[in-house]
């Protein structure tokens, strides 16, 4: 069935592909007019009553009435009493499903409600990323073979009669319809519900060659276990990727930067001409695609249910920060990311912290998280200067990564000055470069950001920083114990007292 699916796709998206995208004025009136039809849809829930969504005309309006909301928010003033089952409270009739986070930065897993508009506007920003790697690569045969999305389970918990929940890969499939060739995506049901994560893994890599797979998704740090996995398995003297996957063309990476892991990727996949294509998708959406080189941002989908708001972070937790959209904002400025979506969330305060290289095109960065920017002793430095401080390092010093985590806290010498310590774990052995790793990461920082280099000035506020690197499998198996392994979770990069405690007695455990 996929076969001849992807090739009606391909005649079609090729056909697409050749259309401009929307221009930046076309994307503000579209923009517009998402945010006016989701009040309107929504004007007689709970919601909308609460905040007189009829009264609404303009953006302007819907800032004064609307005020920014975090989950916590939402949570307690709406969804919590009647959860599961959330009918016209802020979005019209039942929530079907609910997009269950891994909660790796908050310890909680979060229930983010998820419409039947919500699955079909994933589903198109998904053929967008087939879009996008078509008008990049016009000769490309990817949709005639199939896609290994390894990612999590599938599998759904039924929370009442019609409600479920999950993570967004099992939403998808079940709202998958069969003439669309769910044959086309790999692992096969029979693999992709086995629930514990290393027999999935052994049995996966067991199992994926030789099943005419030309696109691969997931988080780099996954997909580097799953390839380590294969060639351990079923090794083949001097061969990369191609040995395995012959006829790949396409690898879908997202959630974290793939910066850290590029060298890794770059060696086993040498000669193949991969196409690699970063997405921007959360639990709350699907937000934006990488249309051109590594580098050159994402653009923005401004036309699939989804309204936009970006806050400066240097205002975010003033009383009354301004709030802008796409009209008003401009080039490299941090802001954090709002969105008003078809799954009934209201200038939902994502958590996320983007900057825009191209406002004319919408293209953007992901700099961090709200939750994980290092800034404990006030250096604010984002996820994005960490990992790429980090690659650059491990670049000079030929080493390759596998996972890392940073801890914060004052030195045991002088309460006023503070250290960071990087638990790092690499692919390879390369005992006694603790010390080197440290003050080429250290530099690195001092170089790309002004007020960790303020901080670090004759130690006057932060040391040098501490590199412990860690045992091979470390982070796997501290994923494993928390019942965090999966596609889906990811090693939280700043790690409390307690998470460095129990990483340390691990990785003393032999």
């Given amino acids: 069935m996929y076969r001849w699916t992807g090739w009606v796709a391909e005649l079609l998206l090729k056909l697409l592909s050749r259309k401009a995208p929307l221009s930046f004025e076309q994307s503000c009136r579209s923009q517009s007019k998402i945010l006016q039809d989701l009040v309107h849809r929504a004007a007689a829930t709970r919601f909308g009553i609460d905040h007189d969504f009829k009264s609404i005309r303009t953006i302007e309006e819907y800032q004064q009435q609307v005020r920014l909301r975090s989950y916590a928010d939402f949570w307690s003033e709406y969804w919590e009493k009647a959860f599961p089952r959330l009918v016209n409270n802020t979005w019209p009739g039942r929530i079907p499903y609910f997009a269950r986070t891994s909660g790796t930065t908050t310890g909680k897993s979060k229930y983010i409600p998820c419409t039947l508009e919500m699955v079909r506007s994933n589903n198109r920003a998904g053929l967008v990323v087939m ?60 693999l992709a519900r086995i629930t514990d ?95 051109r080189a590594h580098g050159e941002g994402l653009r923005l989908i401004p036309d699939n249910g989804i309204f936009y708001e970006f806050v400066r972070l240097e205002d975010f937790h003033s009383l009354n920060p301004k709030r802008n959209w796409i009209e008003n904002i401009e080039n490299d400025v941090d802001y954090v990311l709002v969105v008003s979506t078809c799954a009934g969330l209201w200038s939902y305060v994502v958590g996320d912290i983007v900057r825009f290289v191209d406002r004319k095109n919408l293209r953007l960065l992901f700099s961090g998280r709200l939750s994980q920017t290092l800034s404990m002793f006030g250096e604010k430095v984002l996820n994005e200067e960490v990992e790429l401080a980090l690659s650059k390092a491990l670049k000079a010093l030929n080493a390759t990564l596998k996972d890392f985590a940073i801890h914060s806290a004052f030195t045991k010498e002088d309460r006023a000055k503070g250290i960071h310590t990087y638990i790092i774990e690499l692919a390879e052995e390369a005992a006694g470069i603790e010390q080197k ?46 019942g965090k392994t999966g596609g889906q979770h990811k090693v939280p990069r700043l790690i409390n007292d307690a998470q460095m405690t129990d990483l340390l007695a691990r990785n003393q455990a032999q």
């Fill in 437 to 482: 790793l440290a003050r080429m990461i250290d530099q690195n920082l001092i170089d790309s950001n002004s007020g960790y280099a303020t901080r670090r000035k004759s130690d006057i506020n932060i040391v040098e920083p501490r590199v412990i690197l860690g045992r091979k499998g470390l982070f796997e198996s501290w994923m494993n114990s928390m």
């Fill in 131 to 190: 879009l996008e790697h078509l008008r990049n690569r016009p000769r490309s045969k990817v949709l005639r073979g199939r896609y290994f999305m390894f990612a999590g389970s599938p599998n759904l918990e039924q929370l009442s009669a019609d409600v479920f929940a999950g993570e967004l890969s099992g939403i998808a499939a079940r709202e998958t319809p069969s003439w669309a060739g769910k044959d086309r995506n790999y692992p096969p049901p029979e």
């Fill in 197 to 291: 994560w290393n027999e999935k893994l052994d049995a996966v890599s067991a199992d994926c060659l030789n099943k005419n797979i030309r696109a691969i998704s997931g988080l780099p740090s996954w997909l580097q276990i799953l390839f380590l996995r294969i060639f351990k398995d079923k090794p083949v003297a001097n061969a990369g990727l191609a040995s395995y996957f012959p006829d790949l063309e396409l690898i879908v990476h997202g959630g974290m930067s793939l910066e850290p892991y590029r060298q890794y990727f770059q060696q086993i996949a040498a000669g193949m001409n991969l196409d690699y294509r970063e997405i921007y998708a959360a639990s709350e959406g699907f937000f934006a695609i990488a249309d």
